[in-house]
């Protein structure tokens, strides 16, 4: 019966995105698609420029550009097609990880992977956000089976999709590790850590040179990208996004996660620090975020609440509760701080505030966070399906755009 489960599961997804991609495979390019679209074409014909408002390195672009040749044809269609293609390798990979750390509720991880509002939508568009996170997943299966070489090798190529992956190249491994030997740091540990991850160590390497020889991590379109800021406005709207799109799970859970944050020492003086800190550093200064408020829904979300103190103070509400619960998350399942620490320095130098960019972090944390009541995981699937639907379609009718 499991099995027909498992085969049923897995027909109804593989639907679910061949509809996606029916819906989607001939609509207009949107936003950045034109700017991804114009690279591919351009190596496809074979001349090796840059684009100067791509910010990342071009292995995607180069590698789409193949599937332009190999097919003779740069449609929509066809390209949208092949990032589904990598939707489903991502579900896929999500899976296997999952089946490697056997959860108890294995079946609602992956459903909610699979429907997860801020990366399904990005499966049936011509970004390069859906590979990174390929590349990423693939990395981590293969270091969660304990092949770390090849799996260090995956997570060095995908720093050619999105140069600041660096970061996971790290943090996946040690991640990994750290679940294997149970947090156990010895110098035995250690050295065999360094044994069987040595390619790191070529990777930090790489990203070294690239960083000299290209004076920066960002590679077009520089003056919205400037190196080594530390900004903390994406940290504040991604905790926003994990209250807004995990709402059951941090509902059902609230009561708890405020009983564990009185019994801990300086909470309110934690609060304290932490509420000045937002209302200081929580800025939206990029010139990309104040514009087109009736396209972007974090452009309208952001506006909003800095045109008013009321509501500013109101969205500090969803980012405690977020903290809460990934602070409880975090003594429950010790795991996750790698992970919430990468996501810090993933983040912080990025000045844009844009929910793609949390599409690893959010992957990783569905993975590692605690199980929560089936009943209540249930509803956030569906909850999580939902959301994904409502932007599907607001983005098929022009009506908004993640």
Request: aromatic share 16%; with cysteine; glycine share 4%.
């Amino acid at each position: 019966m499991n099995k027909i489960n498992h085969y049923l599961n897995a027909i109804l997804l593989l639907g679910l995105v061949l509809i996606g991609w029916i819906y989607f495979k001939t609509d207009p390019l949107r936003v950045d698609e034109h700017t991804n679209l114009s690279q591919i074409v351009t190596y496809a014909s074979g001349r090796l420029i840059h684009d100067p408002f791509l910010t990342s390195v071009s292995g995607y672009h180069y590698l789409m550009s193949w599937i332009v040749r190999l097919f003779n044809s740069d449609s929509t269609a066809l390209l949208r097609g092949f990032s589904a293609a990598l939707g489903l390798g991502c579900i896929a990979f999500f899976y296997q990880s999952n089946r490697v750390l056997q959860q108890t509720t294995s079946v609602e991880r992956v459903v909610q992977f699979a429907v997860f509002p801020t990366i399904f939508p990005f499966f049936f568009l011509i970004y390069n956000d859906v590979a990174s996170l390929f590349f990423i997943l693939a990395g981590l299966y293969l270091c969660l089976r304990q092949r770390y070489l090849l799996g260090c090798f995956i997570l060095i190529l995908s720093m050619g999709i999105r140069q600041n992956n660096v970061i996971w190249l790290i943090a996946i491994p040690a991640l990994c590790w750290l679940q294997q030997t149970q947090f156990s740091v010895n110098r035995a540990n250690l050295l065999a850590f360094a044994r069987n991850c040595w390619p790191i160590g070529l990777g930090l390497l790489v990203f070294i040179i690239f960083l000299v020889l290209n004076k920066g991590v960002a590679v077009g379109d520089r003056s919205m990208h400037p190196p080594f800021a530390l900004n903390s406005g994406n940290v504040f709207f991604f905790l926003f996004c994990y209250c807004l799109i995990f709402l059951p799970l941090v509902l059902s859970r609230t009561r708890d996660n405020i009983r564990f944050a009185l019994a801990q020492h300086h909470t309110g003086l934690m609060l304290a620090v932490l509420f000045a800190l937002y209302l200081f550093a929580f800025n939206n200064t990029h010139p990309y975020n104040n514009v087109n408020e009736d396209l972007f829904i974090r452009n309208w979300i952001l506006m909003k609440i800095f045109a008013s103190f009321q509501l500013k103070i109101l969205f500090f509400i969803p980012v405690v509760l977020a903290i809460l619960d990934l602070a409880h998350s975090l003594q429950q399942r010790p795991i996750l701080l790698p992970i919430l620490v990468a996501s810090l320095l993933f983040l912080m130098p990025s000045w844009l505030i844009e929910p793609r960019y949390y599409m690893i972090s959010f992957a990783l944390i569905m993975l590692f966070r605690p199980d929560g009541r089936l009943a209540v995981e249930k509803l956030t699937s569906m909850y999580c399906a939902l959301l994904s639907v409502l932007v599907l379609y607001a983005t098929h009718q022009n009506m908004l755009f993640l």
